[in-house]
């Protein structure tokens, strides 16, 4: 890594300074800066494990696909988060394929998989810290499962509307309703009905391609019902 790129790198890395100076230097020489561009994968299912990437920037999406074709996503990550699925072959047993791919143009770094094995097997700070990430992005998992078992549709719609326009920072989303579907598991003409609803209460306003969000207090009573 350039000096620049270890330093971007140690910012976003949670437990750099836990590290001993030879761990930093390890990481140091191994750690690659990658770039993505919008659709792009960074680990797809049966694939050779990648490692683990930190996000420098952009936006990435991990999701998991049925035998049908149907996909869910089971969280997204941002500037900072960091990908465990992508280096599943640490984890044992883990019994589903995850695919993971860039939702924007996206820079992340990448621990290549031999060198954070290493790091895991003689860091205690290291092991720690994937434990309790393994930890928080299975709750992610649960999350989502529990979303989809026992919430109505309009509540989770209304919650991925309010979060996308989170992550774009704009009431205005370039989105469609096929690509919708994929993030919430469902088929694209139970969302294009869902929209069309909350198009007629006067929560939104839909567009080709997009939808403009023009009541978001109402979307986020929605998105708090039981």
Known sequence: MTDEQQQNFSERFPIWNG????EQELLRKSVI???????ESL?????????LFVVRSGVVRAFILSESGKEITIYRLLDRDIC????????????????ITAETDTVAF???TAIYQTLTKNSLAVSDFTNQLMASRFSDVMWVLEQVLFSRFDKRLAGFLLEQST???????HITHEEIAHHLGSAREVVTRMLKYFHEENILTLFRGGIVLSNKSKLLELSQTS
């Open 19 to 22: 590290l001993t100076k030879s």
């Open 110 to 112: 990448l621990i290549p």
């Open 43 to 51: 680990h797809q299912a049966g694939a050779d494990c990648s490692g």
């Open 33 to 39: 800066e990658r770039t993505f561009q919008k659709g």
């Open 167 to 173: 992550i774009e920072n704009t009431d205005t989303l």
């Open 84 to 99: 465990l699925f992508s280096a599943s072959c640490i984890m044992k047993n883990i019994q589903f394929d995850v695919y």
